[in-house]
């Protein structure tokens, strides 16, 4: 696996085009949304322009550092009978999964420990006030990106095509995730029902965590919305993926 990740992070250093999504798109981003930002009331629910672009952010790194960057890498390597060929060695299923995703994985990750860093100098968020909830946040964001990923995957036919068939969960969950803007600031009913979307508890928990705004019961239901979503999407993964290229 980890020969596999490296790699991995070869071929996506002499992709410019999915260097650029993944590294810059989400940083740069969040401050195109911050114009809109301010003119939420944000303080009323107990949040600050700052915590909202760093979730933004987070969010943003999951969606194109992880999610993107993989459905193209996925079919690519089917397509090339990459998979197929890694099939016939020692590895699993599994670990040929995990190794390719390793590299985007890493950097959504990393971008996650730099942003929180760097909004806490530049935004004034300060320390998060609940930080045990944003290590499950992450965790669950990137698992979920990535087997999102690989579902997706299974329906793209060509890598040239990987960008548009990604864009359908991409714009749902700017929209409803509470990326673009916080599920708190929506009415009750559409809250709830963009609570249930595949980012959201993930998102949620990063929130919670730096503003310390979540209640037990929040927590509580954010949390078993993330395991339902990774065991679902994993097991959707299991069930669908395409070995086979499309040729």
């Known amino acids: 696996m980890r020969a596999l990740g490296r790699a991995e992070l070869a071929l996506l250093g002499r992709n410019r085009g999915a260097v650029v999504t993944a590294l810059l798109v989400p940083l740069v981003l969040p401050f195109s949304v911050r114009p809109a930002i301010d003119q939420m009331?944000?303080?009323?629910q107990g949040l600050s322009v700052g915590t909202v672009?760093?979730?933004a952010s987070i969010g943003f790194s999951f969606l194109f550092a992880v999610y993107t960057t993989l459905v193209g890498a996925y079919v690519a390597r089917r397509e090339e009978?990459?998979?197929?060929?890694?099939?016939t060695?020692?590895?699993s299923d599994a670990e040929i999964l995990t190794g390719t995703a390793l590299p985007a994985v890493g950097v959504g990750?990393?971008?996650?420990?730099?942003?929180?860093?760097?909004c806490a100098v530049l935004l004034h968020t300060g320390a998060p006030r609940a930080a045990y909830l944003i290590v499950p946040g992450v965790l669950a964001g990137l698992v979920v990106s990535a087997a999102l990923a690989a579902l997706t995957a299974s329906f793209t036919r060509t890598a040239e095509s990987a960008q548009v068939t990604a864009l359908p969960l991409v714009f749902v969950s700017m929209l409803g995730s509470g990326m673009a803007v916080p599920t708190e600031l929506l009415p009750d009913k559409l809250a709830r029902v963009c609570d249930l979307?595949?980012?959201s508890p993930a998102i949620r928990l990063v929130r919670g965590g730096w503003s310390g705004q979540l209640s037990g019961h929040e927590i509580l239901v954010a949390l078993v919305t993330a395991l339902a979503w990774?065991?679902?999407s994993v097991l959707a993964v299991r069930r669908w993926f395409r070995w086979e290229a499309r040729r």
């Not at 009978?81 to 099939?87: A, D, G, T």
């Not at 990750?109 to 760097?118: I, K, T, V, Y």
Request: proline share 3%; net charge positive.
């Open 41 to 44: 009331d944000v303080e009323k």
């Open 53 to 55: 672009m760093l979730t």
């Open 81 to 87: 009978l990459v998979l197929k060929r890694l099939r």
């Open 89 to 91: 060695g020692e590895l």
């Open 109 to 118: 990750l990393a971008q996650a420990l730099l942003l929180s860093a760097g």
């Open 197 to 199: 979307l595949p980012l």
């Open 230 to 232: 990774t065991v679902l």
